[in-house]
């Protein structure tokens, strides 16, 4: 049986990939808005690539990639964000989504992509193609009257509220300005926010200190007396992050939570005096993996901020096997070749860039063969950061 795997046009994404992402990932049977269904797959194919697995012209598996901008260390990297993996429910459990993700992965280096992220089904799969798990995000649930005193604070600025579909233009801008200074934020290459506007409605609380966008909240209100719900709380500094966290404190007669997604790092403990509230970090397969992240290119990472050392690695991985000499001191320089004195599998190397693991893990995870020293030289090199991925898609 011939087998095919190629990037789709619009009309065979609507066609043969949507058909096995809908059965996939939405509640079924339901009725089909053709004509809705293409001008989705137009918007989408101009920021993304859909891959299908053709078995004599018959689509039996199928991948997306979003092109996108990660904060890896100070730098932001082109990245593949991997999402829509689906396999007829006929076809599963022989291998096409294998064989789909290795042509993904060559197809993602081929682009340029540097990293690739995403939210795996069963992060076992994932790791045999060169992913490494990454930190999970924290919520957290708080009853709104917590942060009445923080309407008290004479804090400069506004917040205003919007549909979010109406403001997605200024809320890619201001992600695309924040991802520069956030380790791990990643961002859609779409500079007039067309994809945000295009996803599912809900508020958009912005705030703005002189002027200026300096943070905002999007989120739906379940019910009355329900939760507040955002799945964005994003801002540049504590005096907008107090703003939104007002925001949050007029719906204390309204709702009887609010659940905000964190940023890496934060911690509602120290928002106000007398809290009470409750910060969770799920994990659980299909509906609250973790993020995982894989290395597409070694010469890529140069750049990216590195501390003092050098170390020659060999790459035991299908895609960016080779041996690379390793530098750092401000930021990272690869040069290939070398004498190798640790050897490391994709995971292994995409948990030391992200900062997932320390180094003396990798061996006991299976993910890599090193001494103390060269342990060491790796810690230096890439010294312990946060691992998230701030992007949801
Ligand atoms: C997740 C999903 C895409 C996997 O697709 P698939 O084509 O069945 O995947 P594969 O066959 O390549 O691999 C799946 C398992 O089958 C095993 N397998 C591969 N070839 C096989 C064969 N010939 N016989 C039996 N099992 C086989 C694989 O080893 C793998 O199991 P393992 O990870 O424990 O080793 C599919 O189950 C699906 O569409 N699920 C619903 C949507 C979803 O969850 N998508 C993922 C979102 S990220």
């Not at 597409?296 to 080779?322: K, M, Y």
Request: aromatic share 6%; glycine share 10%; charged share 20%.
């Amino acid at each position: 049986m011939p087998v095919t795997v190629r990037v789709v046009d619009p009309v065979e994404w609507s066609t043969d990939s949507s058909r096995l992402t809908r059965y996939a990932f939405q509640p079924s049977p339901a009725e089909l808005d053709a004509g809705r269904n293409l001008a989705q797959g137009k918007l989408y194919a101009r920021f993304s690539r859909t891959h299908v697995l053709y078995e004599d012209d018959a689509p039996r598996a199928t991948a997306m990639v979003w092109r996108m901008h990660q904060h890896v260390r100070g730098r932001l990297l082109p990245m593949g964000g991997i999402g829509g993996v689906a396999t007829d429910p006929a076809a599963r459990r022989g291998g096409r989504a294998r064989q789909l993700l290795t042509a993904v992965l060559a197809d993602m280096r081929a682009q340029g992509q540097v990293v690739s992220t995403l939210y795996p089904f069963r992060p076992s799969f994932y790791e045999r193609f060169g992913y490494a798990g990454l930190a999970q995000e924290r919520r957290v649930r708080i009853a709104p009257a917590a942060l009445l005193p923080l309407l008290r604070l004479d804090l400069p600025g506004e917040v205003t509220l919007h549909r979010h579909v109406e403001v997605a233009g200024d809320i890619q801008r201001f992600e695309t300005e924040l991802a520069a200074q956030m380790p791990g934020m990643a961002v859609y290459d779409d500079p007039d926010g067309e994809l945000l506007a295009n996803q599912t409605p809900s508020w958009a609380a912005i705030a703005r200190v002189d002027g200026r966008m300096t943070g905002y909240l999007r989120y739906s209100i379940t019910e009355h007396g329900g939760d507040l719900d955002a799945r964005r709380f994003l801002y540049r500094d504590p005096v907008t992050r107090s703003l939104l966290l007002g925001w949050v404190a007029r719906h204390t007669d309204q709702v009887a939570s609010a659940v905000l997604r964190l940023p890496p790092g934060e911690t509602p403990e120290t928002w106000t005096a007398d809290a009470d509230l409750m910060v969770e970090a799920k994990v659980a397969p299909m509906t609250d993996a973790a993020p995982m992240a894989r290395i597409l290119s070694v010469d890529g990472l140069a750049g990216i901020d590195a501390g003092p050392g050098e170390i020659t690695v060999r790459v035991d991985d299908p895609l960016i096997g080779g041996v690379y000499s390793l530098s750092g001191g401000g930021t990272l320089s690869v040069t290939p070749g070398g004498t190798p004195s640790a050897e490391l599998t994709g995971p292994g190397l995409a948990a030391l860039v992200y900062g997932a693991l320390d180094p003396a893990e990798l061996p006991l995870r299976g993910f890599g063969t090193l001494d103390e020293p060269a342990a060491a030289s790796l810690r230096s090199l890439f010294p312990p950061t946060t691992s998230h991925l701030v992007a949801h898609f």
